[in-house]
């Protein structure tokens, strides 16, 4: 059995939030155990709890398009969320669950060891870019210990605020020319924040 399904066996059995007694099923995440690139989302909605499976939505249908706009399917790359249960009601994740959570994601990087990380919406972004605002910093990256952190609008963004789509779109398009030129980026040096999200 792969690291990575050892994983899912432990998320699907943790009980640490309240609202693991609504759900129907636990959403760890899918994608190859070697993939260059883990995007992370904020937390499984309706489809996902229904399926196991994260991105499987009208948000996800969009996800897949812009991985199809650079030449990758789903399979070749990691996608997950902050949090691996969905809220109720779908309710933005509570400070207490992304905290609890942490220790998952934590893991799923640490075994897939992705080259960048893809931030979709402001709970992901919150996590690797403390303090900022993602109408700033959407498009952007930053390296730090050998992994691109790059900021983008959840895909969720564009199907209530039509405007949002193509700056999505636009911010999707980069991600190859990020990969290629991953040695040219400059590292930046951690701050405490950050530092303190990978102790488990």
């Known amino acids: 059995m792969s690291a ?34 883990m995007f992370i989302g904020e937390a499984p909605g309706w489809h996902e709890d229904k399926q196991g499976r994260p991105f499987v939505g009208p948000a996800g249908q969009f996800l897949d398009e812009l991985l199809a706009a650079i030449g990758l399917k789903r399979q070749q790359v990691y996608i997950t969320n902050v949090v691996k249960t969905r809220p109720p009601s779908n309710r933005d994740p509570l400070p207490m669950e992304i905290e609890n959570c942490r220790q998952w994601l934590n893991r799923q990087i640490e075994i897939i060891k992705p080259k960048m990380i893809v931030t979709l919406g402001r709970y992901s972004m919150a ?18 210990d050998d992994i691109i952190y790059y900021a983008m609008y959840h895909p969720a963004a564009a199907l209530h605020q ?20 991953a040695k040219n980026i400059a590292e930046v040096e951690p701050s405490p924040q950050q530092l303190s999200m990978f102790e488990v």
């Open 4 to 37: 990575l399904s050892e994983l899912y066996k432990e998320i699907e059995l943790c009980q640490k939030c309240e609202i693991a007694k609504y759900r129907t099923r636990a959403v760890p995440g899918e994608g190859a155990e070697d993939a260059e690139i």
């Open 127 to 144: 996590m690797f870019f403390p303090g900022k605002s993602i109408s700033k910093i959407h498009g952007t990256a930053q390296k730090r």
């Open 162 to 181: 039509q405007s949002l789509r193509r700056i999505i779109e636009e911010d999707m398009l980069k991600i190859p020319k990020l990969l290629a030129e």
